[in-house]
């Protein structure tokens, strides 16, 4: 489904990525996954147009969408949950919801949120209440949730076990296998809770100070001695 070649990408001047080249299955986690300051963020960035690319290609279904607008991406089947600021504290959950769905025309809107809140139940009991007094583990399943709005073919996922409980972190994991599993639903998880990750991906790429240092099966990875012990912690 997403193929990223031989990418030289970053912010302005700076370059972050070197020669990145990925494969992304259709209908599976590819997961990336290495240290902090690696590339991870960046990687996601460079495939919804939020970062520079210097050079090399990003193709999406047979198509170039390298240098496109971030907001004609988003109209393509990608949807991208950030790390970061990806809820507004200060409105609903179904403001946000609806925020998400902006594309949307209302009736398509109510169908699909009815289709989320069924796949995040817990959503359910807390639509009124606003999303910045919900808990990490909630938050992270309403960051989801919004990427879910628009019927997206490709998720990127930034790091959405980052700061849980271990016992929420499994709950939202358990989600993403649901999205490849249930809906079908094509992921690339970028991860530093490396072990998690690589226990429910398909493909695997271990990204060290901005270049591939490893792909292959994700399993793998996980056994692979040297490098699972010298840059994620794996023993």
């Known amino acids: ?5 031989n990418l030289y990408a970053g912010y302005g001047k700076f370059k972050v990525l070197f020669d990145i080249n990925i494969e992304v299955p259709e209908k599976e986690i590819t997961v990336v996954v290495g240290p902090n300051g690696a590339g991870k963020t960046t990687l996601l960035n460079s495939i919804v147009g939020l970062a520079t690319i210097h050079s090399g290609d990003i193709i999406y279904e047979g198509k170039s969408i390298a240098g496109v607008p971030s907001h004609k991406i988003a109209r393509t089947g990608i949807s991208l949950v950030p790390q970061m600021g990806n809820v507004f504290a200060e409105l609903s959950v179904f403001e946000n919801l609806r925020m998400a769905g902006y594309t949307l025309e209302r009736d398509e809107l109510k169908d699909r949120l009815d289709e ?20 990490g583990g909630e938050r992270r399943m309403l960051a989801i949730a919004m990427g879910l709005i628009r019927n997206p073919k490709l998720m990127l996922l930034d790091e959405v076990t980052m700061d849980l409980a271990p016992i929420i972190a499994k709950k939202v994991i358990q989600k993403v296998v649901d999205l490849r599993d ?11 809770m490396a072990k998690r990750a690589l226990e429910i991906g398909d493909s695997a790429y271990l990204l060290v100070s901005g270049t591939i240092k490893f792909s292959g099966k994700a399993e793998e990875l996980l056994q692979h001695p ?9 023993r």
């Not at 489904?1 to 070649?5: C, D, E, R, S, Y």
């Not at 989320?116 to 808990?135: I, Y």
């Not at 249930?182 to 530093?192: A, D, K, N, S």
């Not at 040297?226 to 912690?233: D, N, P, R, S």
């Open 182 to 192: 249930e809906l079908g639903i094509t992921i690339l998880l970028v991860e530093q």
């Open 1 to 5: 489904m997403l193929k990223v070649k």
């Open 226 to 234: 040297e490098l699972a012990k010298l840059y994620l912690g794996v």
């Open 116 to 135: 989320v809140l069924e796949m995040f139940p817990v959503l359910k009991e807390f639509l009124h209440r606003k999303a910045g007094t919900l808990s």
